[in-house]
């Protein structure tokens, strides 16, 4: 019979239980023992909320403590040799993850075109891996012994490989694939003799356009693992496999699993090339989104598939992990009727599943409420006024400039001239930590319990004591510090016309890192300035330079739950263009410096190379737009961090900051090699301290990653900066950190 299947559930539970217990232990206000009791709280949990919903097909293993990738690390042996000599297994993971005094963290970036982090694996020449099956043997039984039999999720071994980062020469991690193989095969007999029947193993890269290593490995590895117990159910996701459908379809796997929600048009392909005795996966409820399934359009998938295989070979699945959603639409108590109507959570997606295979194994009068339901919240939307406003599509519609109105070296002559800067100019990315203090300050204006005139004087303190501590430190370009600011994105969504925001839709984005993305399901608007207020006080508290600090439209964009009813480049040129009308209000102000953070751009390339130029023609654009209407002397930076360059530089340099500040002390200066290659022409902070790992860097660290920088960009270029903002970070080390980054400069200076 035809079943219901789940890939992944969120980790981090509904009131972020898994984050507040990581931050205790760190702290070490817990021990070990107490964090894993909260880990296996929420896993049991998790578990019988997918069986009482339904769930027919429930993934075991599908959590982790800080990303599967790294967990993928740990399982094959991949302990890159700076961690080693640290036995105490949870002592080593988070040391991975998050670095030590000694030893730098592993690489993190962009999980496909998403915003979740994962973080990278290391490989070398003389590689060798040892399987170590402890956790997923430990979660299967887990669940067998609450009565629940789980289907075990890994990443697959070509995954693991494609996304891992060779550290020495000449190495392709792919090379690897016959020393990595036996290790898989190791893990699926002993799942296997554990008693699991299927295993989840996840290839999303089939979804890419794949070398012929590539594709070579797929096959030399399935002729294996294909044999090694279990059957296995091949999971692809985030797009379509094109050409690769052959390929997946004819691999020696028991079932195959694709994402119909962003790829629909992909379904005949793949079921004419799916032999007939394996079982289809249909991912046809939208596992990365939080809108409503339109249970009409997507039962009329399932029916297609059904026809072709019959009830034995079909199931019916999210189109990935829901890892990407919040866990509950229920607590959202402060959510308007209708326009809560049109949303589906985790809790509800499950929901769906089991509606849509209830359907297709008894008809449509199974579910006749269901689907009623699903129809009326789908016309609710098309109607509501909400959505589209004339006024806003009228501007849009209208043709302004992009881009600034003289180039880079004119420019960059008068912004010297008025700003007076020294070599190597020094700055942060904006935003200084968010203390406890002023964490109970917003939530107690927020409950009523502080006023606005106390909550503002409250910031303009915090505010001002930041700018004095820059002063002190002698930086040259001053931040405000972002206290009125909860989220780089979310801040400004709720100031926008066209944004709903929710109360417990938190996402897992990085290991204990949960952002709560904005909705955006109207035409987007800016109805008042929103960050003047703050920048013009911090601006007339010195006679520094201070940047006023903005989020620009693609990340906007791309770090919401985004409206499908119009295409996401109209969506984006609505934000640009309330960005825009901010950029001139700061400049009217006298901010004479403007950073737009776009650290989102990269991760929003579209998965296949024939899409690119599309996507980055908009983006580009939309960027450019914000920018376009300030005077020569204003200069404009913009910050991007986590991804990979190398493929976007000309789109990168199209953008035509004045000054951009990237990511790159977690990979040694490796980054910002594509930026010496392109012969980036504007200036170009690289990031000397990586502020996700709790080390101070010393002043030495700081100079050789600025002379690694300097061998293939000229030092008038340089700026030197931390590699991302400072709220996560307590002010003992922001303030020794930011001195040896100061005296680093004034170093390179000498």
Same mark, same amino acid.
Request: glycine share 6%; proline share 6%.
């Given at each position: 019979?035809?079943?219901?299947?789940?890939?992944?559930?969120?980790?981090?539970?509904?009131?972020?239980?898994?984050?507040? =217990?990581?931050?205790?232990?760190?702290?070490?206000?817990?021990?070990?023992?107490?964090?894993?009791?909260?880990?296996? +709280?929420?896993?049991?949990?998790?578990?019988?909320?997918?069986?009482?919903?339904?769930?027919?097909?429930?993934?075991?293993?599908?959590?982790?403590?800080?990303?599967?990738?790294? +967990?993928?690390?740990?399982?094959?042996?991949?302990?890159?040799?700076?961690?080693?000599?640290?036995?105490?297994?949870?002592?080593?993971?988070?040391?991975?993850?998050?670095?030590?005094?000694?030893?730098?963290?592993?690489?993190?970036?962009?999980?496909?075109?998403?915003?979740?982090?994962?973080?990278?694996?290391?490989?070398?020449?003389?590689?060798?891996? =040892?399987?170590?099956?402890?956790?997923?043997?430990?979660?299967?039984?887990?669940?067998?012994?609450?009565?629940?039999?789980?289907?075990?999720?890994?990443?697959?071994?070509?995954?693991?490989?494609?996304?891992?980062?060779?550290?020495?020469?000449?190495?392709?991690?792919?090379?690897?694939? +016959? /020393?990595?193989? *036996?290790?898989?095969?190791?893990?699926?007999?002993?799942?296997?003799?554990?008693?699991? /029947?299927?295993?989840?193993?996840?290839?999303?890269?089939?979804?890419?356009?794949? $070398?012929?290593?590539?594709?070579?490995?797929?096959?030399?590895?399935?002729?294996?693992?294909?044999?090694?117990?279990?059957?296995?159910?091949?999971?692809?996701?985030?797009?379509?496999?094109?050409?690769?459908?052959?390929?997946?379809?004819?691999?020696?796997?028991?079932?195959?699993?694709?994402?119909?929600?962003?790829?629909?048009?992909?379904?005949?392909?793949?079921?004419?090339?799916?032999?007939?005795?394996?079982?289809?996966?249909?991912?046809?409820?939208?596992?990365?989104?939080?809108?409503?399934?339109?249970?009409?359009?997507?039962?009329?998938?399932?029916?297609?598939?059904?026809?072709?295989?019959?009830?034995?070979?079909?199931?019916?699945?999210?189109?990935?992990?829901?890892?990407?959603?919040?866990?509950?639409?229920?607590?959202?108590?402060?959510?308007?009727?209708?326009?809560?109507?049109?949303?589906?959570?985790?809790?509800?997606?499950?929901?769906?599943?089991?509606?849509?295979?209830?359907?297709?194994?008894?008809?449509?009068?199974?579910?006749?409420?269901?689907?009623? =339901? $699903?129809?009326?919240?789908?016309?609710?939307?098309?109607?509501?006024?909400?959505?589209?406003?004339?006024?806003?599509?009228?501007?849009?519609?209208?043709?302004?400039?992009?881009?600034?109105?003289?180039?880079?070296?004119?420019?960059?002559?008068?912004?010297?001239?008025?700003?007076?800067?020294?070599?190597?100019?020094?700055?942060?990315?904006?935003?200084?930590?968010?203390?406890?203090?002023?964490?109970?300050?917003?939530?107690?204006?927020?409950?009523?319990?502080?006023?606005?005139?106390?909550?503002?004087?409250?910031?303009?303190?915090?505010?001002?004591?930041?700018?004095?501590?820059?002063?002190?430190?002698?930086?040259?370009?001053?931040?405000?510090?972002?206290?009125?600011?909860?989220?780089?994105?979310?801040?400004?969504?709720?100031?926008?016309?066209?944004?709903?925001?929710?109360?417990?839709?938190?996402?897992?984005?990085?290991?204990?890192?949960?952002?709560?993305?904005?909705?955006?399901?109207?035409?987007?608007?800016?109805?008042? *300035?929103?960050?003047?207020?703050?920048?013009?006080?911090?601006?007339?508290?010195?006679?520094?330079?201070?940047?006023?600090?903005?989020?620009?439209?693609?990340?906007?964009?791309?770090?919401?739950?985004?409206?499908?009813?119009?295409?996401?480049?109209?969506?984006?040129?609505?934000?640009?263009?309330?960005?825009?009308?901010?950029?001139?209000?700061?400049?009217?102000?006298?901010?004479?410096?403007?950073?737009?953070?776009?650290? =989102?751009?990269?991760?929003?390339?579209?998965?296949?190379?024939? +899409?690119?130029?599309?996507?980055?023609?908009?983006?580009?654009?939309?960027?450019?737009?914000?920018?376009?209407?300030?005077?020569?002397?204003?200069?404009?930076?913009?910050?991007?961090?986590?991804?990979?360059?190398?493929?976007?530089?000309?789109?990168?340099? /199209?953008?035509?900051?004045?000054?951009?500040?990237?990511?790159?002390?977690?990979?040694?200066? /490796?980054?910002?090699?594509?930026?010496?290659?392109?012969?980036?022409?504007?200036?170009?902070?690289?990031?000397?301290?990586?502020?996700?790992?709790?080390?101070?860097?010393?002043?030495?660290?700081?100079?050789?990653?600025?002379?690694?920088?300097?061998?293939?960009?000229?030092?008038?270029?340089?700026?030197?900066?931390?590699?991302?903002?400072?709220?996560?970070?307590?002010? *003992?080390?922001?303030?020794?950190?930011?001195?040896?980054?100061?005296?680093?400069?004034?170093?390179?200076?000498?």
């Amino acid at each position: 019979m035809t079943r219901s299947a789940n890939l992944g559930f969120p980790r981090i539970g509904l009131h972020r239980e898994l984050k507040k =217990a990581q931050e205790s232990y760190w702290k070490g206000d817990i021990d070990a023992t107490a964090l894993h009791a909260v880990a296996e +709280d929420l896993r049991a949990r998790h578990w019988m909320l997918q069986r009482d919903a339904g769930i027919e097909v429930i993934p075991s293993n599908d959590f982790a403590f800080y990303d599967h990738v790294l +967990d993928t690390s740990v399982l094959v042996g991949a302990i890159p040799p700076r961690f080693s000599g640290i036995a105490d297994a949870d002592e080593l993971y988070f040391a991975m993850a998050r670095g030590t005094t000694t030893a730098p963290a592993m690489e993190m970036t962009k999980w496909f075109d998403t915003n979740y982090h994962f973080i990278v694996p290391e490989l070398h020449k003389d590689q060798t891996f =040892a399987l170590d099956a402890a956790k997923p043997l430990a979660h299967y039984n887990e669940a067998k012994a609450l009565g629940i039999e789980t289907r075990p999720v890994i990443v697959g071994p070509v995954t693991f490989l494609s996304l891992a980062k060779a550290k020495d020469p000449g190495l392709d991690p792919l090379d690897l694939i +016959d /020393e990595l193989i *036996p290790v898989y095969a190791d893990l699926l007999a002993q799942l296997a003799a554990a008693g699991a /029947e299927w295993v989840q193993v996840d290839e999303p890269v089939l979804v890419l356009d794949l $070398s012929p290593k590539q594709k070579a490995a797929f096959s030399r590895a399935y002729e294996l693992l294909g044999a090694a117990g279990p059957k296995l159910m091949l999971t692809t996701y985030f797009g379509a496999l094109l050409d690769n459908a052959e390929l997946a379809a004819g691999l020696p796997v028991a079932g195959l699993h694709i994402d119909l929600v962003r790829a629909p048009e992909q379904l005949d392909a793949v079921l004419a090339a799916l032999p007939e005795d394996k079982v289809l996966s249909a991912g046809v409820v939208d596992g990365r989104n939080i809108w409503r399934t339109n249970l009409d359009a997507a039962f009329g998938l399932v029916a297609r598939a059904w026809d072709r295989g019959g009830p034995d070979r079909l199931q019916i699945a999210p189109s990935c992990s829901l890892l990407h959603t919040p866990v509950d639409l229920d607590g959202e108590t402060n959510l308007d009727a209708e326009l809560k109507s049109w949303l589906a959570f985790a809790k509800q997606k499950l929901d769906e599943v089991t509606t849509l295979t209830l359907a297709q194994k008894q008809g449509r009068g199974a579910a006749k409420a269901a689907f009623e =339901a $699903s129809a009326a919240a789908v016309a609710s939307y098309k109607a509501s006024p909400r959505i589209h406003k004339a006024a806003v599509k009228a501007r849009s519609a209208e043709r302004i400039a992009f881009g600034r109105s003289s180039p880079f070296s004119s420019r960059r002559d008068k912004q010297r001239q008025k700003f007076n800067l020294p070599a190597y100019p020094t700055t942060t990315i904006g935003s200084f930590p968010q203390t406890r203090d002023v964490r109970e300050a917003r939530a107690a204006f927020k409950k009523g319990m502080l006023d606005q005139a106390g909550y503002d004087a409250f910031l303009e303190a915090e505010t001002e004591k930041t700018i004095r501590i820059q002063e002190q430190l002698d930086i040259d370009v001053l931040v405000h510090g972002e206290f009125e600011r909860n989220d780089m994105v979310e801040y400004f969504g709720e100031q926008l016309d066209g944004f709903a925001f929710t109360k417990n839709g938190w996402v897992q984005s990085y290991g204990s890192r949960c952002v709560k993305p904005p909705v955006i399901f109207g035409d987007v608007s800016r109805p008042a *300035p929103m960050t003047v207020r703050w920048s013009a006080f911090a601006a007339s508290l010195t006679d520094r330079p201070m940047k006023g600090m903005l989020t620009g439209p693609v990340t906007i964009l791309q770090w919401s739950f985004v409206r499908v009813d119009q295409p996401r480049s109209e969506t984006c040129r609505q934000i640009g263009l309330a960005i825009r009308d901010e950029v001139l209000d700061l400049e009217t102000a006298g901010i004479g410096i403007i950073q737009i953070d776009e650290p =989102a751009l990269r991760e929003g390339l579209p998965l296949r190379q024939r +899409d690119w130029n599309a996507y980055l023609r908009w983006a580009v654009d939309c960027f450019r737009l914000t920018a376009s209407g300030v005077a020569e002397e204003t200069q404009i930076h913009t910050h991007m961090c986590y991804a990979e360059f190398n493929d976007i530089m000309p789109a990168i340099a /199209e953008m035509d900051a004045d000054v951009i500040s990237v990511e790159t002390s977690r990979s040694d200066m /490796e980054l910002l090699e594509a930026f010496r290659n392109f012969k980036y022409p504007n200036e170009i902070g690289p990031g000397v301290w990586d502020i996700h790992s709790p080390r101070v860097p010393g002043e030495g660290h700081m100079i050789a990653l600025m002379k690694k920088a300097a061998e293939g960009i000229p030092a008038d270029q340089l700026w030197v900066n931390p590699d991302c903002g400072l709220k996560t970070r307590g002010w *003992p080390e922001v303030t020794a950190s930011l001195e040896n980054l100061v005296k680093t400069a004034k170093a390179l200076r000498a």
